[in-house]
C-alpha cells in the first residue's frame, strides 16, 4: 500500500505543478500578449483546480504539503 500513496502523491504533485504554472501562463497570454478573456478565464479555471489538488494528498499536515508544493513548483519551473 505505501507504494500507491507514493504514486498517488507523486502524480498529485506534478497536477498541481502544471495546474499552478499554467495558470500564471495562460493569464499572462490573456492579458500581457492580449489572447482575450477566455485565456484569462482558463487561467482562473486552473487556478482553482491547483488550490482543490492539496485536499487530496494522504497527509494531513498542509504546511508540510505546501513547503513539498514549493520544492515541486521550482523544480517544475526550471524544466
Known sequence: MPGVTVR?????FVLAAVAEIGSAWLIWQGWREHRGPWWIAGGVIALGIYGFVAAFQPDANFGR??????GVFVAGSLI
Open 8 to 12: 498517488r502523491s507523486l502524480l498529485l
Open 65 to 70: 504539503i505546501l513547503a513539498a508544493y514549493g
